[in-house]
């Protein structure tokens, strides 16, 4: 069956990461503005919704809406936001759907002051652990699998913030990095399999910024950068870092290798690997693995452009653009009409015909998801005049839906599990179609274990619940 190609399509036709959390603890009083600054590096995590939340040590305040971080966020809006600790987030819905009641941080009042939590990722049990809140008579507002935690957090016992996360963090099964506001302090905490980034670093004036990726920490001037660690809690207040190993981390550590191959940006750092590097290198590697004779290497822009030159180099073949991209397509919230949707990828993407007419092309792209991308923009570089296009993909075929965070459908949505390769190279209508291999993937990471290749292989890291669709959640609780 060949996918529908529309404008909406297009759009959904890539993976979605989950979110991108921020926080800030410092001597200033004015964290809001640096937490917008950090979220604004992390726009390409979510682009839903944003908040920030803000204590100043005794009252804390938070302002979140759907959007952009630059359209939410006003110097009106901000103003109000006084404090010396602060949290943020940027979303992408998966668990719990869009809508304004999911828009994060979520914040309660709880007996021991204000709480309010980000998060990045998504808990297999997540289902099983609001049934029990609901059964215990707790009362929610959201559908997200944040509110549960946020709850089950303020109702935990324990002396400290830190000891009521220690006890809770066992029930949690699953992908969170979290960031956390109280009254005086910002605490942060990852999983014990590791599967989503979070980093710190020291700001400027002496406080301490966290972070999901580390190219919103270099936005903010931060120094002495390092990961927290899978099972750490870290917590800041403002001139002072505490560091405690809550949980074992898990056996099986299982870091997610899209961060490399698609979400983040490529002048972060991803297990102390800078990922525009690795990106070079799965290019070379693709290379290796499947050359054909060309003329010219073109990415499908903008994450696709480091393989690209990695292709180029290691094949010989001339690298070039072909294809410009309108960045800011998919973000607009403006609806197209009937007309201009029927458009497709045109509206995200213009060929340049000078670079490519009776060439013979090598176009790479990092993923195949759904499969309504692909095919027309073969079409259009032969609309431009080249002679032959040759599909490469920078990562091995997706044949299983995401658990952990990253909206990439359902089986049924997945092209290459429906399809071998000869019948996806068919319903593209490229002259030739191959995709990396997972071990030249791994190896172009440099390593061989540590990491999630759930949506290749099919091999979980933690037990993922049966088969239910996304959107049931919502309707048992709409
Ligand atoms: S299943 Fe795929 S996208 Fe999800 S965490 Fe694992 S590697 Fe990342």
């Not at 213009?350 to 499969?371: Q, T, Y």
Request: aromatic letters at 6%.
């Amino acid at each position: 069956m060949i996918p529908e190609h529309n404008f909406d399509s297009v759009i959904a036709d890539r993976l979605h990461e989950e979110c991108g959390v921020m926080g800030i603890s410092s001597p200033a009083e004015d964290v809001a503005q640096m937490v917008f600054f950090g979220l604004f590096a992390l726009q390409h995590r979510g682009q839903e919704a944003a908040g920030i939340a803000v204590s100043d040590g005794v009252q804390a305040r938070i302002y979140k809406a759907d959007g952009l971080v630059s359209h939410v966020f006003t110097p009106a809006n901000l103003a109000p936001l006084r404090g010396s600790n602060g949290i943020g987030h940027t979303r992408y819905s998966t668990t719990g759907g869009s809508g304004a009641r999911n828009a994060q941080p979520f914040l309660v009042e709880t007996v021991h002051g204000p709480l309010a939590v980000a998060h990045n990722g998504n808990l297999v049990n997540a289902h099983e652990l609001r049934s029990e809140l609901l059964a215990k008579g707790f009362g929610l507002t959201a559908s997200s699998d944040t509110e549960v935690m946020t709850l089950m957090l303020a109702s935990a016992g324990g002396a400290t913030w830190e000891d009521r996360l220690a006890r809770t963090l066992s029930s949690w099964t699953g992908a969170y990095s979290l960031v956390i506001l109280v009254e005086d302090r910002v605490i942060a905490v990852r999983d014990p399999w590791g599967f989503r980034p979070l980093s710190v670093g020291k700001l400027p004036d002496g406080g301490f910024a966290v972070a999901s990726e580390t190219c919103a920490l270099s936005t903010l001037g931060c120094t002495e950068i390092s990961e927290v660690a899978p099972g750490e809690i870290v917590t800041l207040r403002e001139t002072e870092m505490t560091r405690r190993q809550a949980l074992v981390p898990s056996v099986k550590s299982s870091r997610c290798t899209f961060e490399f191959v698609y979400f983040s940006r490529p002048d972060s750092l991803w297990d102390g690997l800078s990922v525009h590097g690795v990106r070079q290198r799965m290019g070379e590697q693709l290379a290796r693995e499947s050359f054909v004779d060309a003329d010219v290497v073109v990415p499908v822009p903008d994450s696709s452009i480091p393989a690209a030159v990695g292709f180029s180099r290691q094949s010989g073949i001339e690298y070039n653009d072909g294809l410009i991209k309108n960045r800011y397509i998919g973000r607009t919230f403006i609806e197209p009409t009937t007309l201009m949707r029927e458009r497709g990828v045109a509206m995200k993407f213009n060929a340049l015909p000078e670079n490519l007419r009776g060439k013979r092309v090598i176009l790479i792209d990092d993923s195949l998801v759904r499969g309504t991308t692909a095919g027309p923009l073969v079409q259009l570089i032969r609309d431009a005049g080249a002679t032959e296009v040759h599909l490469r993909i920078t990562s091995p075929p997706i044949k299983h839906p995401c658990h952990f965070g990253v909206d990439m459908g359902h089986d049924d949505d997945l092209i290459a599990a429906r399809l071998n390769l000869e019948e996806l190279c068919a319903v593209v209508k490229a002259d030739s179609l191959a995709f990396l291999t997972l071990d030249g993937m791994m190896s172009a990471v440099g390593r061989k274990e540590g990491y999630c290749n759930a949506c290749f292989t099919g091999i979980y890291p933690v037990e993922v619940p049966a088969p239910r669709r996304k959107d049931s959640f919502e309707q048992v609780l709409a």
